[in-house]
Structures are given as structure tokens and as C-alpha cells.
T-cell receptor, first 112, second 114 residues
Framework: SQKIEQNSEALNIQEGKTATLTCNYT??????LQWYRQDPGRGPVFLLL?????KEKRKERLKVTFDTTLKQSLFHITASQPADSATYLC???????????FGTGTRLQVFP | DTGVSQDPRHKITKRGQNVTFRCDPI?????LYWYRQTLGQGPEFLTY????????KSRLLSDRFSAERPKGSFSTLEIQRTEQGDSAMYLC????????????FGPGTRLTVL
């Protein structure tokens, strides 16, 4: 069956450290993958998109990698801050459709 | 602010009642999506429109659910004969064209069915 898996346990890290979140997928062949941030009671906010022919994408303190062999994307936040605390969702477009499929999200908590 | 707006933000209803939600997308966006999100889960795709045409519907969308986008601008999502299992956050998103375009989400409508 097709699945997108993110670590359902919350990730707790200290301010200033690098947070690394994982997204694994099975039985998909996405041309690209997206990462979103969601705060409680709000809609997701787009962060980054990485295409299958890109190994890595950066935006300020954010970095995303995409390994189509391992079927995995890693999302890194360097020099993390308490304001980075949120749920982070990965999403991909299902084969032969135009709909986004989201993972369950990983909640990140950054402590001062 | 010209982002995606949704109305109402919260809706409490009794089982068996009908409810209707509205979404106003970013004005120049021709694609509009509806998702449902329950606690601890990611958003689940329900349906999407390209202009006024409804192009895809999820199998999650039972016949009690109907969505419209009559003039290719705002959209409505109606749930008839609500059930307690319909309690969720209903999210709307819009984008400017192809499926690789960023989707911009609204704040959602939280539905509670008693």
C-alpha cells in the first residue's frame, strides 16, 4: 500500500541545535516533495519544494534533502529557535493525480 | 490581506443537521482544493477545482458531501445529515496553476458535530 511516514513522536531539542525531521514514503514515485509548517489551529504554510533531480535545497536556516533511492526526505532546521516550534508536514503528489498527499506530521518543540 | 479566507472559523452543529462552509481563494488563483484534517493527522484531500470545473474527488467524499465553485471564484462545501465522524478541521487551499505550484492554505473551519 502507499504510505507517507513521519515520526509521530514529538522531537524536543534545545535552542541553537539542529533539528532533523524524516519523511519516508513507499509505493510512490513523486516528481517532487514539499514541506509545510503548521501551527495549532492554523492552516499549513508552504516552506520548501524539492524536485527528484535535486539532492538538496536550502532556504535561510532550512535545508531539505531528497533521496529517491531510499525514498526519503530529510528536513533540517539549523540554529533552531523556540519560534520554530510547530508541526512540520511533508507532502507529495500522488502518481497520475494532482492531489497532495500529506504525512501525519512531526511536532517539533525547541526549548530555550 | 489577500490570502485565502474561510468562513465560518468554527461551527458547532447537532447530528443530522446540514452545514455549509465557504472559501475565498487568492483572487488570481484558478485552482482551489478542499482538505479535511483530524487531530494528529495530516490534511486529507477531498476535492479540487480548476476554475469552476471539479476535476477530482476523493473516495473519502461520501454522497453527503458536495462542493461547488460556481463562477470559478469562491467555493462552498456542504455536508448534509452531519455525523459525529464529520468533526474535523476543513481546510481550503488555492494555487495558481499546475500541481507543482505552491498551495496556499486558509485558516480552516473547525466543525464539531454533537
Amino acid at each position: 500500500s502507499q504510505k507517507i511516514e513521519q515520526n509521530s513522536e514529538a522531537l524536543n531539542i534545545q535552542e541553537g541545535k539542529t533539528a532533523t525531521l524524516t519523511c519516508n514514503y513507499t509505493n510512490y514515485s513523486p516528481a517532487y516533495l514539499q514541506w509545510y509548517r503548521q501551527d495549532p489551529g492554523r492552516g499549513p504554510v508552504f516552506l520548501l519544494l524539492i524536485r527528484e533531480n535535486e539532492k538538496e535545497k536550502r532556504k535561510e536556516r532550512l535545508k531539505v534533502t531528497f533521496d529517491t533511492t531510499l525514498k526519503q526526505s530529510l528536513f533540517h532546521i539549523t540554529a533552531s529557535q523556540p519560534a520554530d516550534s510547530a508541526t512540520y508536514l511533508c507532502a507529495l503528489v500522488a502518481d497520475n493525480t494532482d492531489k497532495l498527499i500529506f504525512g501525519t506530521g512531526t511536532r517539533l518543540q525547541v526549548f530555550p | 490581506d489577500t490570502g485565502v479566507s474561510q468562513d465560518p472559523r468554527h461551527k458547532i452543529t447537532k447530528r443530522g443537521q446540514n452545514v455549509t462552509f465557504r472559501c475565498d481563494p487568492i483572487s488570481e488563483h484558478n485552482r482551489l482544493y478542499w482538505y479535511r484534517q483530524t487531530l494528529g493527522q495530516g490534511p486529507e484531500f477531498l476535492t479540487y477545482f480548476q476554475n469552476e470545473a471539479q476535476l477530482e474527488k476523493s473516495r473519502l467524499l461520501s454522497d453527503r458531501f458536495s462542493a461547488e465553485r460556481p463562477k470559478g471564484s469562491f467555493s462552498t462545501l456542504e455536508i448534509q445529515r452531519t455525523e459525529q465522524g464529520d468533526s474535523a478541521m476543513y481546510l481550503c487551499a488555492s494555487s495558481s496553476g499546475t500541481h507543482t505550484d505552491t498551495q496556499y492554505f486558509g485558516p480552516g473551519t473547525r466543525l464539531t458535530v454533537l
